[in-house]
T-cell receptor, first 114, second 115 residues
Framework: EPEVTQTPSHQVTQMGQEVILRCVPI?????FYWYRQILGQKVEFLVS????????KSEIFDDQFSVERPDGSNFTLKIRSTKLEDSAMYFC????????????FGNGTRLTVT | AQSVAQPEDQVNVAEGNPLTVKCTYS??????LFWYVQYPNRGLQFLLK??????LVKGSYGFEAEFNKSQTSFHLKKPSALVSDSALYFC?????????????FGTGTQLKVEL
């Protein structure tokens, strides 16, 4: 069964540094998402992406965050200047598009900001 | 705005007993409802969904959920729990009236099944 894959599985960075989290969604999926989860608790929506543009974003997704689909297969989340509170698990998800279709999640990238 | 509430942080049940994990939702229009399970250090795995039709939906691993419109609930159930069901369970909703395609998740319920 096709999977959403995320790399790296764990990223450690210093405060103020830029990080890029990478995702390869399932190949026939059209909608892409980033979520984050702090300390194994609530799963929070960050951003959705469709047709090469952001379709929706939350208040968490401020100017420090950006997303890109650079080559038709990868989907990246960039944090320009990381803060301690950005430490979390970041999950990429995708789905085919009909609103009744479930999201398929990757295994996540654990980001630790020191 | 769409929201989900999972009132129990943790549910403990003995193996072989039935289990229920509670979920209530709030939406402007009609809801699409989902249950996901998360094992340690893994992503969220889809269990089941309610879109329309029969209020009782069946999903993976013997789980089912009952949609109750009047109580705005979508409780997850299983007739006979297994130790391997121990995990973190998330309810999620998609509001068909202007909620976009994003899912909004509850805070999660840790299910612990003991021998």
């Amino acid at each position: 069964e096709p999977e959403v894959t995320q790399t790296p599985s764990h990223q450690v960075t210093q405060m103020g540094q830029e990080v890029i989290l990478r995702c390869v969604p399932i190949s026939n999926h059209l909608y892409f998402y980033w979520y984050r989860q702090i300390l194994g608790q609530k799963v929070e929506f960050l951003v959705s992406f469709y047709n090469n543009e952001i379709s929706e974003k939350s208040e968490i997704f401020d100017d420090q965050f950006s997303v890109e689909r650079p080559d038709g297969s990868n989907f990246t989340l960039k944090i320009r200047s990381t803060k301690l509170e950005d430490s979390a698990m970041y999950f990429c998800a995708s789905h085919t598009g009909p609103s009744n279709s479930p999201l398929h999640f990757g295994n996540g990238t654990r980001l630790t900001v020191t | 705005a769409q929201s989900v509430a999972q009132p129990e942080d943790q549910v403990n049940v003995a193996e072989g007993n039935p289990l229920t994990v509670k979920c209530t939702y709030s939406v402007s229009g009609n809801p699409y409802l989902f249950w996901y399970v998360q094992y340690p250090n893994r992503g969220l795995q889809f269990l089941l969904k309610y879109i329309t039709g029969d209020n009782l939906v069946k999903g993976s691993y013997g789980f089912e959920a009952e949609f109750n419109k009047s109580q705005t609930s979508f409780h997850l159930k299983k007739p006979s729990a297994l130790v391997s069901d121990s995990a973190l369970y998330f309810c999620a909703v998609r509001d068909m009236a202007g909620g976009g395609n994003k899912l909004t998740f509850g805070t999660g319920t840790q299910l612990k099944v003991e021998l």
